[in-house]
Antibody
Framework: QVQLVQSGAEVKKPGASVKVSCKAS????????MHWVRQAPGQGLEWMGI????????NYVQTFQGRVVMTSDTSTSTVYMELSSLRPEDTAVYYC????????????WGQGALVTVS | EIVLTQSPGTLSLSPGERATLSCRAS???????LAWYQQKPGQAPRLLIY???TRATGIPDRFSGSGSGTDFTLTVSRLEPEDVAVYYC????????FGQGTKLEIK
């Protein structure tokens, strides 16, 4: 069965960086896209960007350009999201979510990773 | 950029009743790219509906989606206590956009 298992909670100081991982299993890793979506406490869902494991490329929301890097490791079927220059307002649960190519929806989600900036 | 506005903000109904949740887009969207998600407290979102009206795998037929253009609806018939959640609509139009969510409460 499809599983996306994310790394654990992190506490960071303002100005630091955080790297969240998402290990995929149960499907062909390079046949799907992977997204990152975040959710601040008590707030809605915010799409951050997409990574294409088959090519190793990524596209980011303008809001995060210059601060975020999304990568993938096909040898371990793992995607990573690194966010730098952290601010208190980056405190959120960060989710990875899978998309079938040209599906335009997220059919499986990771359990989320809470990042606290304080 | 397209904005999705969901209403009402909170919906409180009794078990067995029907819930009707609205998602309105600021401009016409392709219904093939409209999805709904359910997020229960403390959990990740779960895909319910895609293509505006197709249920995702394993979703009960109590959940149905409809609509086109700028107006879309998620209907939950015969509410059960386990349906307590926040429901989000999402669309793709050169970016992936979410509505702000509707919180469904059971009396």
């Amino acid at each position: 069965q499809v599983q996306l298992v994310q790394s654990g909670a992190e506490v960071k100081k303002p100005g630091a960086s955080v790297k969240v991982s998402c290990k995929a299993s149960g499907y062909i890793f390079t046949s799907y896209y992977m997204h990152w979506v975040r959710q601040a406490p008590g707030q809605g869902l915010e799409w951050m960007g997409i990574t294409y494991p088959s090519s190793g490329t990524a596209n980011y929301v303008q809001t995060f350009q210059g601060r975020v890097v999304m990568t993938s490791d096909t040898s371990t079927s793992t995607v990573y999201m690194e966010l730098s220059s952290l601010r208190p307002e980056d405190t959120a649960v960060y989710y990875c979510a899978r998309e079938r190519p040209e599906g335009y929806r997220f059919d499986y989600w990771g359990q989320g990773a809470l990042v606290t900036v304080s | 950029e397209i904005v999705l506005t969901q209403s009402p903000g909170t919906l409180s109904l009794s078990p067995g009743e029907r819930a009707t949740l609205s998602c309105r887009a600021s401009q016409s969207v392709n219904s093939d790219y409209l999805a709904w998600y359910q997020q229960k407290p403390g959990q990740a979102p779960r895909l319910l509906i895609y293509g505006a009206s197709t249920r995702a795998t394993g979703i009960p037929d109590r959940f149905s989606g409809s609509g086109s253009g700028t107006d879309f609806t998620l209907t939950v018939s015969r509410l059960e206590p386990e349906d307590v959640a926040v429901y989000y609509c999402q669309q793709y139009g050169y970016s992936y956009i979410f509505g702000q969510g509707t919180k469904l409460e059971i009396k």
